[in-house]
């Protein structure tokens, strides 16, 4: 019974790579598997449709990685060692009643644990037929592992100069944009519709003498689904989606945790569809790194979005007196409250930024909601300002914008922030 399995993962092996073996062993065990690194990302998965609906199993196949609560499982099942070493042979691993069971087995590259390959049980019962099974599977992957360790470096390293190419510059004619989807045809590389660039860079000069290429890989890991390069001190991820969704915040945090310990700074970029724009998305988020960086130096990630205004501002800014353009009642607030000691222009501020939500600026003001009423009395008298009016909201808080930026370019603080948000 067993030369049958043999004999398909070795076709599979053939045929594919550890895609192909995960879902040959599928149809071998009757259930599907996913085998995951020894930093809990998963390397291949099955993906049949014939796979019944589970929220473990999808949410493996969405995210990539393990979540907590299945670490802390694994962690916690002390069958998984024997004698402080990694057991030899698939291990039975039961969660709770709302889980399905795992058989486990770990994956060796001679000596070395490389990788463990787990079958989920969803459509059937394990049997003992399946221990032997899982155990040519994982001797399958670990050949696999090994015969495409070369192959995938030099295909990483054709991966990163076509990203270096695109980055260099624009694609503007159609003959380009053709050898551009000829060269990633023979790459076999597919990229989704929506398109995303990020840029990285290190905080301090001196720590890029680490291997930008290794980081980058590593950053791969927590952003999938990508390409990455070093390319004029940064270190680039063009990644791709068939959506434009957001990071989740749970995944927001492992980036920025991993930002951190390495001493990077990111910005994240908004999608775009034309491939041959990524030069210039790339100098565009270059430059908006760099005034984030000025603006808010506490911040290892900075978004686009929140930094648009202030690119443009920094384009204007050698040909018109940005400052001309705040509204004059703005000025009036701040020489209010030089004169009488009040505060009414950092009133303002927060109300506008808080979408005019009073608790959440009384909060942030530490001031009772009371007194919030009267301050913005105060204002609406002494400068006559509707802040029920759309475009007056609009035109205040573009001021302040300018005012924050032409601060950034003076050194000078600002006067309608308070103290912690400098």
């Known amino acids: 019974m067993q030369d049958l399995p043999a004999g398909r993962l070795i076709d599979a092996l053939f045929r594919g790579n550890l895609d192909t073996i995960a879902e040959e062993a599928y149809r071998l065990l009757g259930n599907p598997i996913y085998i995951r690194d020894n930093g809990h990302r998963i390397l291949a998965i099955t993906r049949s449709p014939e796979v019944p609906a589970d ?33 030899s042979t698939p291990v039975l691993i039961n969660f709770d009643q709302d889980k399905p069971d795992l058989l486990t087995q770990p994956v060796f590259i001679g000596q070395v644990l490389v990788c463990f390959v787990s079958a989920v049980q969803l459509c059937r019962p394990f049997s003992e037929q399946d221990r032997d099974t899982l155990m040519l599977i994982a001797k399958a992957i670990s050949i696999e592992l090994q015969k495409n360790e070369l192959y995938k470096k030099s295909m990483g390293l054709l991966y990163e100069s076509f990203l270096t190419d695109l980055l260099e510059r624009e694609l503007t004619s159609e003959r ?127 978004l686009v979005q929140d ?28 020489d209010y409250d030089r004169e009488n000691h009040t505060d009414l222009f950092p009133t303002l501020y927060y ?11 009384a909060a942030k003001l530490n001031i009772h909601r009371n007194t919030l009423f009267y301050r913005l009395s105060k204002i609406a008298e002494l400068s006559g300002l509707d802040l029920n009016d759309e475009e007056t909201v609009f035109q205040l808080m573009l001021g302040f914008k300018i005012l924050e930026y032409s601060a950034l370019e003076t050194g000078r603080k600002l006067c309608f922030k308070l103290e912690q948000d400098q």
């Not at 929220?55 to 998984?80: D, M």
């Not at 001493?263 to 970029?269: A, C, D, E, H, K």
């Not at 109300?351 to 600026?361: C, G, H, M, R, W």
């Open 55 to 87: 929220p473990l199993f999808s949410e493996l196949q969405e995210r990539g990685f393990l979540n907590e609560e299945i670490i802390r499982g694994l962690k916690a099942n002390k069958r998984l060692f024997t004698e402080g070493c990694f057991n």
């Open 176 to 302: 380009e944009l053709l050898i551009a989807q000829r060269r990633m045809e023979e790459l076999n590389l597919h990229l989704e519709r929506n398109l995303f660039l990020s840029v990285a860079r290190f905080r301090k000069p001196h720590i890029a003498s680490l291997d930008m290429n290794t980081v980058g890989r590593e950053l791969r890991h927590i952003l999938p689904g990508g390409l990455t390069c070093s390319f004029q001190n940064d270190i680039v991820i063009l990644r791709s989606r068939a959506d434009s969704t957001p990071f989740s915040a749970e995944r927001m945090q492992m980036l920025e945790g991993f930002l951190e310990s390495y001493g990077l700074v990111m910005i994240l970029g908004q999608s775009y569809t034309d491939l041959g724009d990524t030069h210039c998305r790339y100098q565009q988020l270059t430059q908006m790194l760099d005034i984030g960086c000025r603006l808010r130096p506490k911040r290892v990630i900075h």
């Open 307 to 334: 930094l648009l205004v202030f690119q443009m501002l920094h384009l204007c800014a050698p040909s018109i007196r940005l400052v001309d353009y705040v509204p004059p009642n703005m000025y009036l607030l701040r």
């Open 351 to 361: 109300y506008l930024l808080y979408q005019k939500q009073t608790n959440a600026t």
